[in-house]
């Protein structure tokens, strides 16, 4: 099963992707995950990528797309994955269908975490990451067991660099600008399942459960 996330940032593609990975047992593939530890090792593609995430603006696609093509050649993606954050921009996704009708295959669902602008600047502020598993917390309405400790793998939690209102608001206008767009893209193509992920996280998953049976 291949599965795109969509949604705004903050609109929980990321906790979705997590609990979607570890019920069908398919990999998590974060683009956003992927550049944020190329950034911790110090690779000359983290110091790029930098530039533009702590301004809120997209990665440039020739840095984006051979990236996410090289990590779905892996072997653990035979049997399917989740792609969150990626595909962000028509030419993104063209590639990606064009990569894989190549292999006579497609993306089985493209399901968009629907979450109005005014409940993501709040959402934000109060989110913790595992550095390590990309696991995301939330302060008041996901907070983990243990206070700053991932539940998952025992790392300490951080705050992501790009979490600052004035960034998310940059990245909110970016994500209307450019990838709201793919919305329509998978709709022409009807795959596109669309679920309220302003409700409990475990009701918008139940929800995404039905969708993918
Ligand atoms: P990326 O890491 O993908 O960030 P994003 O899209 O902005 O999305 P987020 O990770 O911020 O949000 P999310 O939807 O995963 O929400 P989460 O589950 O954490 O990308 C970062 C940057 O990398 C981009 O800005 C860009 O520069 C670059 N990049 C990445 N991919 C790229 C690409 N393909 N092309 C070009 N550039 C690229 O949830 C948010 C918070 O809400 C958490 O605290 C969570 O606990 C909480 N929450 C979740 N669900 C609920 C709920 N139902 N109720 C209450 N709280 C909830
Ligand atoms: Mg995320
Ligand atoms: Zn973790």
Do not use: W
């Not at 609109?11 to 990975?21: D, E, L, R, S, W």
């Not at 069908?24 to 950034?39: A, E, K, V």
């Not at 502020?125 to 917390?137: D, E, I, L, N």
């Amino acid at each position: 099963m291949k599965i795109i996330m969509l949604g705004a940032p903050g609109a929980g593609k990321g906790t979705q992707a997590q609990m979607i990975c570890d019920k069908y047992s398919i990999p998590h593939i974060s683009t956003g995950d992927l550049f944020r530890s190329n950034i911790k090792n110090g690779t000359e593609l983290g110091k790029k990528a930098k530039e533009y995430m702590d301004k809120g603006q997209l990665v440039p696609d020739e840095l984006t797309v051979q990236l996410l093509l090289d990590r779905v050649a892996n072997d653990d993606c035979k049997n399917g994955y989740v792609l969150d954050g990626f595909p962000r921009t028509i030419p993104q996704a063209e590639v990606l269908d064009k990569e894989l009708s190549g292999l006579g295959d497609k993306v089985d669902f493209a399901i968009n975490v629907d979450v109005p602008d005014e409940n993501i600047v709040r959402r934000m502020s109060g989110r913790r990451t595992c550095p390590k598993c990309g696991a995301s917390y939330h302060i008041e309405h996901i907070p983990p067991k243990k206070e700053g400790v991932c539940d998952r793998c025992g790392a300490e939690l951080i705050q992501r660099d790009d979490d600052k209102p004035e960034t998310v608001q940059n990245r909110l206008s970016v994500y209307h600008e450019q990838t709201q767009p793919l919305i329509n893209f998978y709709d022409e193509k009807a795959i596109l399942k669309t679920v309220d992920g302003t409700k409990d996280l475990n009701d918008v998953f139940a929800d995404i459960v039905a969708i993918l049976g």
